[in-house]
């Protein structure tokens, strides 16, 4: 799991500073912070540490506090280091992200209207959030949702760039892709046979993105009037993961 943090929260004392929360079970608590400037980290057992990757191991659950200068510099990550199994956060415990959100086979909860702020990349695929992307329609490059609780209209994530992936979560609608979409992933989601038809010819119809792109819609039925659009877009290279005509 990678975090690029927008916005922080000052706290009591220090009010230059903004924090994060970590909520974490016992057992290594190995995330790291790239290109914070006034890094403190506070622990449960109410030592801190200053190093960039402090790999404190926990006795007991409880909650990490990382404070920084400044989380709204682009530049800013934080990484897990493979600890993903030992976070049990919340979005709701982040501050207002406001560029990138990267939740990859973790434990964190929470609903993604936490970080409706985000502009440019979310990935929370294989957990355990919920919501409706409409939340994340500001979202303009990145978005995946892989095996998520979300749901909503796919039509609020038209902004989105390069890669959209809806797989197993129960959006529905039809999308509009941008023009430079080049991964769409739709397959065993909840769209009906005719918002899946209306979305391949839009895609096809909009798309300026040729060779090496992906449109995945199987576990999907779509009918003849797609078809065209979908034969278009295997001359323009796409792979096509087809559904069921019926």
Known sequence: MVIGIGIGIPFSGQKAKQVFFITMQAGLMDFSITNGEGVLWLFPDNTTSTADRPAKTLTQ?????????????????ISDNTTNANYIGDLSDFPPLTYYAHFYNTNVTGNISSL?????????????????????SN?????????????????????????????GTNVTGVLNPHPSLQ????????????DT?????????????????GLDISGLNRTSASTDAINSLLAKGWTVTDGTVV
């Open 61 to 77: 659950p409880g909650t990490v506090f990382l404070y920084c200068d400044d989380f709204t510099k682009a530049d800013i990550e």
């Open 116 to 136: 409706s702020n985000l502009t440019y990349y979310a990935n929370f695929s294989n957990t355990n959030i919920t919501g409706d992307i409409s939340n994340l």
């Open 139 to 167: 979202v303009t490059y990145f978005a995946h949702f892989y095996n998520t609780n979300v749901t909503g209209d796919i039509s609020n994530l038209s902004n989105v760039t390069y890669f959209a992936n809806f797989y």
């Open 183 to 194: 991964h769409l992933y739709l397959h065993y989601t909840n769209l009906s046979t005719n």
């Open 197 to 213: 038809d209306q979305t391949v010819i839009n895609l096809d119809t909009n798309t300026t993105a040729t060779g090496s792109r």
